[in-house]
Nanobody, 119 residues
């Protein structure tokens, strides 16, 4: 069973920084694309950033480019999101995501961690 556990959320002032981390308990981590999504109240869940398993090529949502950095450690089975220059509109629940393409696409999700940016 795949488990993803996020940590690092909290309250931060606008302009501040906050790191998130996600620990995976699965042997497929090294073969799976990892990512972060976020969902604000009343809105759809959207991609924040993703990172490929072998080359660590990163992809970012337009609203966070230049401010957020995603990284991963395949040995520790962890994925990180460093958030800087935070804005009130970054307030959301942030979810860790793992995508396996073995035998067809399957998405795994963490329970989410709240990030609140005060103005």
């Amino acid at each position: 069973q795949v488990q993803l556990v996020e940590s690092g959320g909290g309250l931060v002032q606008a302009g501040g920084s906050l790191p998130l981390s996600c620990t995976a308990s699965t042997n497929i981590f090294g073969f799976a694309t990892a990512g972060w999504y976020r969902q604000a109240p009343g809105k759809e869940r959207k991609l924040v950033a993703s990172i490929s398993p072998y080359t660590s090529a990163a992809n970012y949502g337009d609203s966070v480019k230049g401010r957020f950095t995603i990284s991963r450690d395949n040995v520790k089975k962890m994925v990180y999101l460093q958030m800087t220059s935070l804005k009130p509109e970054d307030t959301a629940v942030y979810y860790c995501n793992l995508v396996s393409n073995v035998g067809g696409r399957k998405d795994y999700w963490g329970q989410g961690t709240q990030v609140t940016v005060s103005s």
